[in-house]
């Protein structure tokens, strides 16, 4: 079977010589794995396709016997040359890449993550979002897998929440309710402004997350929800300089 289609470089490596392994986001599949032999030295099939962040289009077959993947030729769409020439910008959209890589994501979401992938990727390269800009793509990515609390709305009494007041986010069941119906409830008192953060990043993409300027204190709860939201429901932590299944 032979398929044409645009991927995210993640990561590369040498396995011979002149042969690399790749790792990529499928804009139809998922992450995938792939071999290019030859790919370390053939300017003619894959010149400047095998940078990470490099958006590329690949030509993809198997071997005979169809028990991996090998990638015939690429041609390069977009190679983020201001992500490349700038620490910082390589460390957000590094992160990012790693989340991806990390995350178990289902086939009829992948294409969703790849449009978010390749907005967060021109942004990151075209403007200067602050360091808690990856934190905005993770959240997203869980809820485009499905893990979509519905923040406008108790569960219980059916309310709106955008009030002045905080809320109660139970993180394994995934539901927000008033303080008014909370009682007895298991999970997390979360301010106003944090609750009205999350709803934003679910109805919004990354061109609008560099307008966003969070309090500290807002900042540090939506660091801390997330983070424990997606441990439980994705089984990702980070853990050194990468994420660790749990």
């Not at 289609?5 to 599949?29: A, C, M, P, Y």
């Not at 890449?97 to 790849?114: H, I, M, N, P, T």
């Not at 809820?143 to 929440?161: A, M, R, W």
Request: proline share 4%.
């Amino acid at each position: 079977m032979e398929v044409t289609e645009k991927v995210v470089i993640l990561r590369t490596g040498k396995f011979k010589e002149n042969d690399l392994w790749v790792k990529f986001l499928s804009s139809g599949r998922g992450v995938q794995n792939a071999f290019a032999f030859g790919g370390s030295r053939s300017r003619r099939r894959f010149g400047g396709c095998f940078e990470p962040f490099s958006q590329v289009l690949f030509k993809i077959g198997t071997n005979r016997v169809g028990t991996y993947q090998v990638l015939q030729e690429g041609s390069l769409i977009k190679a983020y040359p201001g992500i490349r020439s700038d620490i910082r910008k390589i460390g957000l959209a590094a992160n990012c890449l790693k989340f991806v890589e990390a995350a178990v994501l289902e086939r009829e979401g992948s294409r969703g993550v790849f449009e978010l992938l390749t907005e967060t990727l021109d942004v990151i390269e075209e403007a200067e979002p602050d360091d808690f800009f990856p934190l905005f793509f993770r959240a997203k990515v869980a809820f485009e897998q499905g893990y979509n609390p519905d923040f406008t709305i108790c569960s219980q009494c059916g309310k709106p929440l955008f009030s002045s007041r905080p809320v109660v986010f139970d993180i394994e069941k995934g539901v927000v309710a008033c303080l008014d119906c909370a009682d007895g409830h298991r999970g997390d008192t979360i301010s106003a402004g944090t609750v009205r953060t999350l709803a934003w990043i679910q109805d919004t993409g990354p061109s609008s997350w560099t307008s966003l300027k969070l309090p500290a204190e807002i900042r540090q709860e939506c660091f801390s929800v997330m983070d424990r939201f997606m441990a439980y429901h994705l089984g990702l932590v980070w853990e050194g300089n990468g994420y660790r299944k749990i």
